[in-house]
């Protein structure tokens, strides 16, 4: 069954400093999704990408997926303490349901 | 709109019991999902749904039952609990086309121990 992998599992980053977590999947994605968890909290969604070699931002966030539509990035600039949490990415393969990775648990040292 | 809302937020069942976990939501949306989620681990589903009347089984779905009657809700049976149920179970919503699912719409989650 398709699978979407996710790294790197935990980033520990310093106040202000930058880091990307990448996905990647065993086939072409129809769309890819990303999602944020709060520690206690559920998953919230952040953004979708559909076309190949899409770039959106928001705000310090930079989302991009590839040109062969099988791998996504999230890169978040000067990481500040509300970025902590865990990121999923989340990829269609045009069926009824989403293929979660395994998440990228972020914490952030002042 | 209250969008996906979940009910209990907690519960503690004996071994061998059983119980269902609400979810409705206010969004119209077709597809709807039960994920659980153990400690430091990603969201493994386990039954979805289409439209009223569909449900199908996703990757860890036994010991689990659903229905939907209506678009608004899917509720989740779990039948004689075990231990290996103690997680927390999310159901989410979304819009779904040819496309396939479109952003997902999560509950706060139901936190249910099995002693």
């Known amino acids: 069954g398709q699978q979407v992998m996710q790294i790197p599992q935990y980033q520990h980053v310093q106040e202000g400093e930058d880091f990307t977590t990448y996905c990647n999947s065993s086939?072409?994605?129809?769309?890819i999704q990303w999602y944020k968890q709060r520690p206690g909290g559920h998953p919230v969604f952040l953004i979708q990408?559909?076309?190949?070699?899409e770039v959106k931002k928001q705000k310090r966030l930079t989302f991009q997926f590839g040109e062969a539509k099988k791998n996504s990035s999230l890169h978040i600039t000067a990481t500040q303490t509300t970025d902590v949490g865990t990121y999923f990415c989340?990829?269609?393969?045009?069926?009824?349901?989403?293929?979660f990775g395994a998440g990228t648990t972020v914490t952030v040292r002042a | 709109n209250a969008g996906v809302t979940q009910t209990p937020k907690f519960r503690i069942l004996k071994i061998g019991q059983s119980m269902t976990l609400q979810c409705t939501q206010d969004?119209?949306?077709?597809?709807m999902y039960w994920y659980r989620q153990d400690p430091g681990m990603g969201l493994k589903l386990i039954y979805y749904?289409?439209?009223?009347?569909?449900?199908d089984k996703g990757e860890v779905p036994n010991g689990y039952n659903v229905s939907r009657s209506t678009t608004e809700d899917f509720p989740l049976r779990l039948e004689l609990a075990a231990p290996s149920q103690t997680s927390v179970y999310f159901c989410?919503?979304?819009?779904?086309?040819?496309?396939?699912?479109?952003?997902?719409?999560f509950g706060s989650g139901t936190r249910l121990t099995v002693v």
């Open positions: 989410a919503s979304s819009y779904g086309d040819r496309g396939g699912p479109y952003g997902y719409t």
């Open positions: 086939t072409t994605l129809s769309n």
């Open positions: 969004m119209n949306h077709n597809y």
């Open positions: 989340a990829g269609s393969l045009r069926d009824y349901k989403l293929s």
């Open positions: 990408l559909v076309k190949s070699g």
């Open positions: 749904s289409v439209g009223a009347g569909i449900t």
